[in-house]
């Protein structure tokens, strides 16, 4: 039945890509890893390479410079790391082991890369986001490196949310999973990234325009339901109540799991309709220095699609 869901999603009618030094930045972003202490022991360093980061970010990053691409790379290698510490290791069943965590990786996003601060006693994943913002910061664009900053931030803050629903064995009702899954998905500071990678990133007026607003909830959307359906399988062998779109609209409409698969691909296949006529709005405006910004989040969606199809991640 998640197959005929699957194969139920509408094909994002965009070209797909991959950059050519794929290969080359996911050797290297696994040594990353292994040099922050985020992958200590052989099963760990397999589950991050059969995670593929770097074939994700190579799809959504097609073009561009190779440093961006690492960034992005080590960024989502980061993300899978924080992850599968929350969703398979425990982490995350326990928002009282959970927040001293997530306060010492604030106390580091507080610092916002500053490259002459030496965070101490933060552990690998504070080491690791440490460098990514100095990173980040070292593009010279301030009001995205906030901006990625606060996204972090808003992405470990809702881990709590999804621990204490943990605890309790709540399943949220679909507005709010809606709400929140846009932020634990990690995909706002990817986009940011991407968008640090672009030659020419949009400037505060644009980034404020309300229909890119919209266009960014949107394709943040489509790649958290897209996650949601292709790892429904995996996540409800290990947690019944897992934090899935499926899993809250079956809660929700008391329907079964069949029917709560098909609406959970009728909800992303409605929004991919929406993202078209949102993207095709903005690209009739004439406004050429919007275009590598509608370029990132557009390769983002295909992106998600077709590494999803092939994710070992999900097996």
């Not at 050519?20 to 052989?42: K, N, P, Y």
């Not at 359906?229 to 019944?240: A, I, M, N, R």
């Not at 390769?299 to 590494?307: E, G, I, K, L």
Request: with cysteine.
């Amino acid at each position: 039945m998640r197959s005929f869901a699957i194969s139920a999603l509408e094909e994002p009618p965009f070209p797909a890509g991959r950059h050519e030094a794929t290969d080359r930045v996911a050797s290297e972003s696994v040594e990353w890893a292994r040099v922050f202490g985020l992958v200590d022991s052989g099963h760990r360093v397999h589950r991050l390479q059969r995670a593929d980061a770097a074939g994700l970010a190579g799809r959504a990053c097609p073009d561009g410079p190779v440093d961006g691409l690492r960034l992005l790379t080590d960024l989502i290698s980061w993300l899978f790391v924080m992850d599968d510490a929350c969703d398979e290791d425990g982490l995350g069943a326990d928002p009282s082991r959970l927040a001293p965590a997530i306060g010492t990786l604030l106390d580091v996003l507080d610092r916002c890369g500053d490259p002459d601060i030496v965070p101490s006693a933060v552990g690998p994943l504070g080491d690791a986001l440490h460098d990514l913002c100095r990173r980040a910061r070292a593009l010279g664009h301030p009001a995205l490196l906030l901006r990625f900053v606060s996204q972090l931030r808003e992405y470990l803050l809702a881990l709590l949310w999804e621990a204490a629903n943990r605890e309790r064995r709540r399943v949220p009702e679909v507005a709010e999973y809606v709400q929140l899954r846009r932020h634990i998905g990690g995909v706002h500071p990817c986009l940011t990234l991407t968008d640090l990678a672009s030659k020419e990133p949009p400037g505060s007026a644009r980034r404020a325009d309300p229909a890119l607003l919209t266009l960014d909830l949107l394709a943040v959307d489509l790649v958290c339901w897209c996650n949601d359906l292709f790892s429904y399988g995996k996540e409800t062998q290990v947690d019944p109540d897992a934090h899935n779109l499926v899993t809250v609209i079956a809660q929700e409409s008391g329907t079964d799991e069949a029917d709560a698969l098909r609406a959970a691909a009728d909800r992303f296949n409605r929004g991919l309709a929406a993202y078209l006529t949102v993207e095709e709005a903005l690209l009739a405006g004439g406004d050429d220095g919007l275009r590598p910004a509608l370029a990132a989040r557009r390769n983002w969606v295909r992106a998600t699609y077709d590494w999803s199809l092939v994710a070992a991640r999900y097996a």
